[in-house]
């Protein structure tokens, strides 16, 4: 089976209007892009942000009449008042196993001297290696993103064991399982996602991780406790909103590590969590940074 694929030059105030057409006309879904790959990572708090240059994009039946759609969506347009027609193509795309083909993408990465994260379908690499088997599901993390593997580098870096570890916003559960099987005595995993709870259960489960290791919460149903080591892979806007609260999960003495931010938050993190944290030099990869301290002992 084939698709034929409608791509749409538009402008973001004819954007949804578009949008409805085009679902109106029978598409099976309609995707956004930023024509100049300029992707928005982090909006502003409750807004919807789109690119000056947008491509619409509508996914249609490989039998489905091209020049019948155009008509059609061009026709209600002008209804509308609207006098100009974005300019358009069109590309046949060919049915595809999407999961297929990036399981077949996702290779063992080793990070640090000890660690190895390995897809739960993938022969180990080194048997006498500390080995995560991870299945991500539909929860984030898989150690291939820069912030996953900047934190994974932290983790193998440190003396775990008899340590708790807190992972907040643990997605996969990547990181407090990684924890773990470095020799953490303790994991508690952190996420509004359901879905990362899931995962993080699954995850724990394949690795031969006894469930009084660990615990998983959404955020309003985790009771505040204070640990060793406590990660924090999550954007810059929740950490610096959440600063008062991950910071009271290290133990004094502790240590901490944030990720998913840009050099351009330092400041503004490092200020918002400076009442709690010392923090000591910063490591970078491909543009991202992660940020590490120790909870003052007052």
Same mark, same amino acid.
């Given at each position: 089976m084939h698709w034929l694929q409608l791509l749409f030059k538009t402008t973001p105030d004819l954007v949804e209007q578009l949008e409805d057409l085009l679902l109106e006309s029978g598409c099976s879904s309609v995707t956004l892009k930023d024509a100049q790959d300029d992707p928005v990572y982090e909006p502003e708090r409750g807004?919807?942000? %789109?690119?000056?240059?947008?491509?619409?994009?509508?996914?249609?039946?490989?039998?489905?009449?091209?020049? @019948?759609?155009?008509?059609?969506?061009?026709?209600?347009?002008? %209804?509308?008042?609207?006098?100009?027609?974005? $300019?358009?193509?069109?590309?046949i795309v060919e049915e595809k196993d999407w999961v297929r083909a990036w399981m077949d993408h996702f290779e063992p990465i080793q990070f640090g001297a000890r660690l190895w994260v390995c897809p739960s379908w993938h022969e180990i690499p080194d048997p006498k290696a500390v080995n995560l088997m991870l299945d991500p599901g539909l929860a984030f993390g898989t150690g291939t993103h820069p912030t996953?593997?900047?934190?994974?580098?932290?983790?193998?870096?440190?003396?775990?064991?008899?340590?708790?570890?807190? @992972?907040?916003?643990?997605?996969?559960?990547?990181?407090?399982?990684?924890?773990? %099987?470095?020799?953490? $005595?303790?994991?508690?995993?952190?996420?509004? @996602?359901?879905?990362?709870?899931?995962? $993080?259960?699954?995850?724990?489960?394949?690795n031969q991780v006894t469930e009084t290791k660990f615990d998983v919460y959404l955020p309003e149903d985790f009771p505040l406790q204070q640990a060793d080591v406590v990660v924090a892979n999550i954007l810059a806007g929740p950490l610096v909103y959440l600063a008062e609260r991950i910071a009271s999960c290290v133990k004094p003495g502790g240590k901490l590590a944030m990720a998913g931010l840009f050099p351009r938050h330092m400041d503004e993190i490092m200020l918002a969590y400076s009442p709690w944290i010392q923090f000591l030099p910063s490591a970078e990869k491909d543009g991202w940074v992660r940020l590490e301290g120790i909870r003052r002992i007052v």
């Open positions: 807004t919807t942000p %789109l690119w000056q240059q947008t491509i619409v994009v509508a996914l249609y039946e490989g039998d489905t009449n091209e020049a @019948d759609i155009i008509a059609n969506v061009r026709s209600r347009l002008m %209804l509308t008042g609207e006098q100009s027609f974005p $300019t358009y193509h069109s590309e996953t593997a900047l934190c994974l580098e932290w983790l193998d870096s440190l003396e775990l064991n008899d340590k708790t570890i807190i @992972d907040y916003g643990c997605g996969s559960g990547i990181l407090g399982i990684a924890g773990l %099987l470095l020799g953490a $005595t303790k994991m508690i995993g952190v996420d509004n @996602d359901p879905q990362a709870l899931i995962a $993080t259960k699954d995850n724990a489960s394949r």
